[in-house]
Structure formats: structure tokens, C-alpha cells
């Protein structure tokens, strides 16, 4: 069975700092991984997404994950934060489970941004 | 199009009622999940409905919940003899059918925050 594993429930940095908020998986099978973000008040929102493509994704608000199996990560990073970028994210990972894809999702990362 | 969506909004029941939490998919998705996301806490896999497969009730914390999906469409979570710990916002999600061997990202709808006294 898959499961996923967010290091930190909190992570604090400054604005216009690099942002890396880390992600590891288990799965049986070839992953597919995602990272969601949820900004205050509002629903979750897909941020990237990882199918056995490019191991390196690039997702909205330059956000990017890179997929290492070796490692078993899928750590997500942003080169410089921003105050809006303040949020819950969850890393997420899928398999294929009765004839479709069961989600796993991770406990979340709130992210802080100092000014 | 319209998205997921969920009802009621907000709940709020003594301990001891039963209530049900209504999912209303965006047309067409053939997956439909149920998640539990409790104060400070990340989000609980509760259940998990693909098109007429059985469903994957893996993630059901006590059989108090139990969910069901009506012709593939419409999902009703009921939680019998609610409890204060089951106070929690209650989230649906649904995705389309996968071409292949890869997923599609899930939809979340907005949430039903249930408040049990």
C-alpha cells in the first residue's frame, strides 16, 4: 500500500527566500505523485503533478517537484518566496486500485512567509 | 462548468444524531473520494468510489460511517451516532475516468464543516 510522508508540519522563511518543503513515498508500484496546495479559506488546488514524465514538473506560481526514485522524494521548491504564498500543501501519491487510482495524501506543510 | 459540489455548508448536531453530508460530482467523473481534514491535521482518506467497482471503504474510522454513490453520480456520507470527535471539515473530491495508466488530479469541493456538540 502507498503511503507518503510530509518532513515538517511547519516550515517558516522569509520573503524572497527558496522555498523546500519535503516530500518522501512509498508505493509498490511506479508512483504517480502530486502536490496540492490549500490557501486559506478556500479548497484544495492542484499544483503539479508527477506521471513518469519529466522527473523534473514545473507547476503554477513557479512552484516545481522533482521526482527522485532513488531517494524516494518528490520534494517541492520555489526559488523565492512570496507573501501569497503562504499556505497548507500536500503531497499526494496514486495507485492503481481496483480499476482506477486511490489518492494517499500527506499531513501537510503549512508554509509562514516573514516580510 | 460547475465544479464539486457540497452541502450543507455547515453542521452543526448534538452527539448522538446522526447526520448526512451530501456530494454532488462534476459530470462525468467516474471517481468520487470522501476525505476527513480535522483541526491542525492533514487530510484522512475515508472512502473511495470508482465508476461500478466495489468501493474501497479502507479509510472508514468505525462502522458509525458509511457512504454510498447512487447511479455514479450523487455520494451521501452518514455518520450514525455522531460523536465530538468526528467534528472535522468533511471534503469530496472526484476525478475523470484515466486514459491509460495515468491518473488525473482530483477536483475538492468546498467542504461541509461538521460541528458536533
Known amino acids: 500500500a502507498q503511503s507518503v510522508t510530509q518532513l515538517g508540519s511547519h516550515v517558516s522563511v522569509s520573503e524572497g527566500a527558496l522555498v523546500l518543503l519535503r516530500c518522501n513515498y512509498s508505493?509498490?508500484?511506479?508512483?504517480?505523485l502530486f502536490w496540492y496546495v490549500q490557501y486559506p479559506n478556500q479548497g484544495l488546488q492542484l499544483l503539479l503533478k508527477?506521471?513518469?514524465?519529466?522527473?523534473l514538473v514545473k507547476g503554477i506560481n513557479g512552484f516545481e517537484a522533482e521526482f527522485k526514485k532513488s531517494e524516494t522524494s518528490f520534494h517541492l521548491t520555489k526559488p523565492s518566496a512570496h507573501m501569497s504564498d503562504a499556505a497548507e500543501y500536500f503531497c499526494a501519491v496514486s495507485e492503481f486500485n481496483t480499476g482506477g487510482f486511490k489518492t494517499i495524501f500527506g499531513a501537510g506543510t503549512r508554509l509562514f512567509v516573514k516580510a | 462548468g460547475a465544479g464539486v459540489s457540497q452541502s450543507p455548508s455547515n453542521k452543526v448536531t448534538e452527539k448522538g444524531k446522526d447526520v448526512e453530508l451530501r456530494c454532488d460530482p462534476i459530470s462525468g467523473h467516474t471517481a468520487l473520494y470522501w476525505y476527513r481534514q480535522s483541526l491542525g491535521q492533514g487530510l484522512e482518506f475515508l472512502i473511495y468510489f470508482q465508476g461500478n467497482s466495489a468501493p474501497d471503504k479502507s479509510g472508514l474510522p468505525s462502522d458509525r460511517f458509511s457512504a454510498e454513490r447512487t447511479g455514479g453520480s450523487v455520494s451521501t456520507l452518514t455518520i450514525q451516532r455522531t460523536q465530538q470527535e468526528d467534528s472535522a471539515v468533511y471534503l469530496c473530491?472526484?476525478?475523470?475516468?484515466?486514459?491509460?495508466?495515468?491518473?488525473?488530479?482530483?477536483?475538492f469541493g468546498p467542504g461541509t464543516r461538521l460541528t458536533v456538540t
Open positions: 473530491a472526484s476525478s475523470p475516468r484515466s486514459q491509460g495508466l495515468s491518473p488525473y488530479e482530483q477536483y
Open positions: 508505493s509498490s508500484v511506479p508512483p504517480y
Open positions: 508527477y506521471t513518469s514524465a519529466a522527473t
